[in-house]
Nanobody, 124 residues
Framework: QVQLVESGGGLVQTGGSLRLSCTAS????????MGWFRQAPGKERQFIAG????????FHTPSVKGRFTISRDNAKNTVYLQMNSLQPEDTAVYYC?????????????????WGQGTQVTVSS
């Protein structure tokens, strides 16, 4: 069993930055992949970034590529999402998730464990 706890959300102005953290406990993530999703009000939850724990390989969707960066800290068992140049359309609840398979996948059903979510609000 893996427990995921997100932190770092909040209110920021357009153009600002936030860094989200997702700390895992319960077992080693050395064979997992991790993903960040977000869910805006009235919309479906969507994958935005993923990382392979083994080699740090990453994938970002076009909607966030160049503005958001996923990374990991093995020693801290933590995944980060650095978000720059935030826009009002980035307002959402952000979730991290763990996938027992080592390769990056983008579907909600591909992930086995989820955090509770953290709210990000970008004011115009």
């Amino acid at each position: 069993q893996v427990q995921l706890v997100e932190s770092g959300g909040g209110l920021v102005q357009t153009g600002g930055s936030l860094r989200l953290s997702c700390t895992a406990s319960g077992r080693s993530l050395s064979s997992y992949s991790m993903g960040w999703f977000r869910q805006a009000p009235g919309k479906e939850r969507q994958f935005i970034a993923g990382i392979r724990w083994t080699d740090g390989g990453t994938f970002h969707t076009p909607s966030v590529k160049g503005r958001f960066t996923i990374s990991r800290d093995n020693a801290k068992n933590t995944v980060y999402l650095q978000m720059n140049s935030l826009q009002p359309e980035d307002t959402a609840v952000y979730y991290c998730a763990a996938n027992r398979r080592s390769y990056i996948e983008t579907g909600i059903s591909d992930y086995d464990y989820w955090g509770q979510g953290t709210q990000v609000t970008v004011s115009s």
